[in-house]
């Protein structure tokens, strides 16, 4: 019965070991990843240029996937940010008719909403 006793602790003890640097790999791997901001977005009329303003903070370089306007994928080329810049993206996007458009810039695989104003 002790051998047994001891095989139930070991699998205890390994299970709350498992969990516990489980715990720790989700909570750093979490706190790694960079969001960048999307400071200005603005869509200008005479020539469908959408042009973002983003911040990234740190403290990894982000890759722009792709930018998407009112649903559309705009034409873009992908952009790297590096850590503690302020970038601006150019893309070409369909004309929009509202004042403002709803967007989305899938940054590092991350989908990032915003609000686009026509000029």
């Known amino acids: 019965m002790n051998s047994l006793a001891l095989i139930l602790l070991l699998f205890f003890t390994l299970g709350v070991a498992i969990a516990f640097f489980?715990?720790?790999y989700t909570t750093f791997t979490s706190t790694a990843s960079t969001i960048v901001t999307i400071r200005a977005a603005t869509l200008?009329?005479?020539n469908d240029t959408l042009?973002?303003?983003v911040v990234n903070p740190g403290p990894n370089p982000v890759y722009i996937n792709a930018?998407?306007?009112s649903g559309?994928?705009?034409n873009t080329t992908g952009v790297l940010i590096q850590r503690g810049t302020v970038?601006?993206?150019y893309a070409v996007c369909p004309r929009q008719q509202a004042a403002t458009a709803q967007g989305i810039v899938?940054?590092?695989g991350y989908p990032l909403p915003f609000t686009?104003?026509?000029s």
């Open 106 to 108: 899938v940054a590092n």
């Open 67 to 69: 930018v998407y306007l």
């Open 51 to 53: 042009k973002l303003v």
């Open 72 to 74: 559309a994928r705009c």
């Open 116 to 118: 686009a104003s026509i």
């Open 22 to 24: 489980w715990l720790a």
């Open 87 to 89: 970038a601006e993206i």
């Open 44 to 46: 200008y009329y005479h």
